[in-house]
């Protein structure tokens, strides 16, 4: 009985004592806990991302979304704007051309008034001026006669 003995002794006594104890059940127990762990861990972590990734492609969506319905309304707001500047070119048009029709009938009346203002000027020149000749030159029954004949004419050209 050495120690080499002694020792196998022991160390079938140990192994014993372990199996007795239910050391290694409870190893694998220990051990696949841990492994159902890690895989509940791994599932979760999984779902995590899965869901990560669903709200990444949503916000993406609704980003493209929104850039769509901003150049929708720029689009809108460049046709508005074509469509009001169209709009004022022909009302300043019109204007224009209103004005410039005023301005151009304000002249012919300007013209027509002082046309005739030339013409009673020179009617009343001229009259004077027969006046001036006939009262020197014109005496007696003739002028008598040139007098009765232009009062004649003045009632029937003003009838």
């Given at each position: 009985?050495?120690?080499?003995?002694?020792?196998?002794?022991?160390?079938?006594?140990?192994?014993?004592?372990?199996?007795?104890?239910?050391?290694?059940?409870?190893?694998?127990?220990?051990?696949?806990?841990?492994?159902?762990?890690?895989?509940?861990?791994?599932?979760?972590?999984?779902?995590?991302?899965?869901?990560?990734?669903?709200?990444?492609?949503?916000?993406?969506?609704?980003?493209?979304?929104a850039e769509e319905e901003a150049e929708g309304i720029v689009s809108d707001a460049r046709r508005e704007a074509e469509i009001l500047t169209k709009q004022t070119e022909e009302a300043l048009n019109d204007l224009v051309e209103r004005r410039t029709a005023l301005a151009e009938t304000k002249i012919a009346m300007a013209e027509s008034q002082a046309m005739a203002e030339v013409k009673a000027l020179a009617a009343d020149v001229a009259i004077a001026a027969a006046t001036e000749i006939l009262s020197k030159k014109v005496t007696g029954k003739v002028a008598d006669k040139l007098i009765a004949d232009s009062i004649q004419d003045v009632s029937t050209r003003l009838n």
């Open positions: 009985m050495d120690a080499t003995f002694w020792a196998t002794v022991a160390l079938v006594l140990f192994f014993a004592l372990v199996v007795w104890l239910k050391v290694p059940g409870k190893m694998s127990s220990a051990l696949d806990d841990r492994a159902e762990g890690i895989r509940n861990e791994l599932d979760e972590a999984r779902r995590l991302r899965e869901e990560a990734q669903a709200l990444l492609a949503e916000y993406q969506r609704k980003h493209r979304e």
